[in-house]
């Protein structure tokens, strides 16, 4: 961490809650580089969408290709390629060719985490400030 960042974080305080002045240096030392959250922003907006959370479901089952999804998801493939090529473009799906056909698969390992968390009721989320 850089001095002029040092500086930054030991200048905020918090008028209503300060009995410990180092809770936010504790809070910046932890947080992922700029880099990873601005991935991690990339691969949730791929998957911000009801049919790319399904399309991302079904393909954590098996890879499929456009007519079994489109036929799966009562959609049409144009539509599907629109969603598909989001999710492509933000790292969460690939494609690959098996004979004729484009067989699209989970990219990032962490689309499975993000989907099972989803499923689970959410722990309730506490903190000093509210």
């Not at 809070?27 to 991690?40: A, C, N």
């Amino acid at each position: 961490m850089t001095k002029r960042t040092t500086d930054r974080i030991s200048a905020i305080r918090c008028d209503a809650y300060n009995d410990d002045p180092l809770r936010v240096a504790r809070v910046e030392h932890s947080l992922p580089p700029k880099q990873e959250l601005e991935r991690t922003a990339e691969l949730l907006k791929g998957l911000a969408h009801p049919v790319r959370v399904a399309i991302a479901a079904a393909l954590l089952v098996e890879p499929l290709c456009v007519c079994e999804l489109s036929v799966l998801l009562r959609m049409s493939a144009p539509a599907l390629m629109h969603h598909l090529k989001a999710m492509a473009g933000a790292g969460v799906l690939d494609v690959r060719k098996v004979g004729k056909f484009a067989e699209y698969y989970v990219a990032d390992e962490r689309v499975k985490a993000i989907l099972d968390a989803t499923r689970k009721k959410p722990a309730p989320i506490g903190g000093a400030c509210s």
